[in-house]
T-cell receptor
Framework: DSGVTQTPKHLITATGQRVTLRCSPR?????VYWYQQSLDQGLQFLIQ???????AKGNILERFSAQQFPDLHSELNLSSLELGDSALYFC?????????????FGPGTRLTVL | DQQVKQNSPSLSVQEGRISILNCDYT??????FLWYKKYPAEGPTFLIS?????DKNEDGRFTVFLNKSAKHLSLHIVPSQPGDSAVYFC???????????????FGKGTHLIIQP
């Protein structure tokens, strides 16, 4: 158990809908990262937050957004969903904002868009 | 353009022997490398890391070797055990990106199968 929790475990929705994925980092970790794992692309970095502020962006679509709240939990919002958004979404946390510290991953949320 | 490549999608090794997983990278700015292990239906689990100032790092049965000139790293598992059967991901980071690092760049993984 990494100490990172993600809810829900599974989500099934329809195209055009909007969903919110939630992540609670390990106790004491200030950085939260979101990753998408699809069959053909592997694990792709989406976005990073550090202590409530956005720190880095990766391959995140404009339809996706995230935020980190004062209690350090984070939410990833996916809107106008398309079939191709079906994937595993992982959240990871680390102690510092620099990736020198290893990131600890949650169990993931499996999103299926029908 | 894949900056971290794991060219072997799968690898089969006998229990007790050495498992060697390979990873190549193209971005010369990468200076910190990590290996993660992943079981089905779970998130990746951190295994071992190495910074570019070293060429070797050991932790129990796991050793990571880094060859900066060849832009190549490898993970050695000795001896291999049945519980090592999993997908192994190589990941890289640029820690000197100035004011905070991006997320990790991952390879597509190698499925290691340990045969009894």
């Amino acid at each position: 158990d990494s100490g990172v929790t993600q809810t829900p475990k599974h989500l099934i929705t329809a195209t055009g809908q909007r969903v919110t994925l939630r992540c609670s980092p390990r106790s004491g970790d200030l950085s939260v990262y979101w990753y998408q794992q699809s069959l053909d692309q592997g694990l792709q970095f989406l976005i990073q937050y550090y202590n409530g502020e956005e720190r880095a962006k990766g391959n995140i679509l404009e339809r996706f957004s995230a935020q980190q709240f004062p209690d350090l939990h984070s939410e990833l919002n996916l809107s106008s969903l398309e079939l191709g958004d079906s994937a595993l979404y992982f959240c990871a946390s680390s102690a510092y904002h620099r990736a020198y510290n290893e990131q600890f991953f949650g169990p993931g949320t499996r999103l299926t868009v029908l | 353009d894949q900056q971290v490549k794991q060219n072997s999608p799968s690898l089969s090794v006998q229990e007790g022997r050495i498992s060697i997983l390979n990873c190549d990278y193209t971005n010369s700015m990468f200076d910190y490398f990590l290996w993660y292990k992943k079981y089905p239906a779970e998130g990746p689990t951190f295994l071992i890391s190495i910074s570019s100032i070293k060429d070797k790092n050991e932790d129990g049965r796991f050793t990571v070797f880094l060859n900066k000139s060849a832009k190549h790293l490898s993970l050695h598992i000795v001896p291999s055990q049945p519980g090592d059967s999993a997908v192994y991901f190589c990941a890289a980071s640029d820690i000197d990106s100035g004011g905070g690092a991006d997320g990790l760049t991952f390879g597509k993984g190698t499925h290691l199968i340990i045969q009894p």
